[in-house]
């Protein structure tokens, strides 16, 4: 799992979610040709969240694009779609996310029939991209966008709350105080 997945993981944690990173989805030759592509290795999902009070399974793309150009969301789509397929190919992510579940519940990792929400979790959103039109897209499929805006908001709440010994959450205390403490001192000058 790489940083920003961590990092997306530990947030969702904070709201009551068992994370897994990086968990790949057994297609079946069937399903794999169903979607285009009966050679592809398992898919793997960035970010899979759980929560049982809910029966709710998060399948969490992860995008941080911190120094580059961000996401791009314009006229209605992702830019490239090749980049986001979950989100743009309406037989792969009925498959996918299918399989999801059908694969967590014989595992027992979570109950039988269990909703999936599709979810984007992002660093950076470009600047030329329509955020209105997007959280419409977004609401208008029942998916779920963690944007910039939510992950500092959790940081944020994260750098409250007690001491937890994940490196994301040590970074976020140490990084939010300072910024806190020099914002107070710049208020007193």
């Known amino acids: ?61 992860c995008k941080s694009f911190l120094d580059s150009t961000g996401v791009i969301f314009r006229n209605g789509q992702f830019d490239p779609p090749t980049r986001y397929k979950l989100f743009t190919n309406k037989a792969t992510r009925r498959i996918v996310l299918a399989r999801l579940a059908k694969q967590m519940v014989a595992s027992s990792a979570c109950a039988p029939n269990p909703t999936v929400t599709l979810c984007l979790a992002v660093g950076k959103i470009a600047s030329k991209s329509n955020r209105l039109e997007m959280a419409k897209h977004f609401a208008t499929h029942g998916w779920r966008l963690f944007d910039e805006d939510w992950v500092f908001s959790r940081l944020k709440l994260a750098a409250t709350a007690g001491f937890e010994n994940d490196i994301a959450h040590v970074v976020a205390k140490l990084v939010l105080r300072r910024k806190a403490a020099a914002e107070r001192n710049d208020h007193m000058m």
């Open 1 to 61: 799992m790489d940083s920003f997945e961590s990092l997306i993981a530990m947030l969702l944690k904070r709201e009551g979610y068992w994370t897994a990173g990086s968990v790949k989805v057994e297609l079946s030759k069937q399903e794999k040709r169903a979607i285009g592509v009966p050679t592809t290795p398992r898919w793997e999902i960035d970010v899979v969240a759980y929560r049982g009070a809910t029966n709710e399974i998060l399948a969490v793309e």
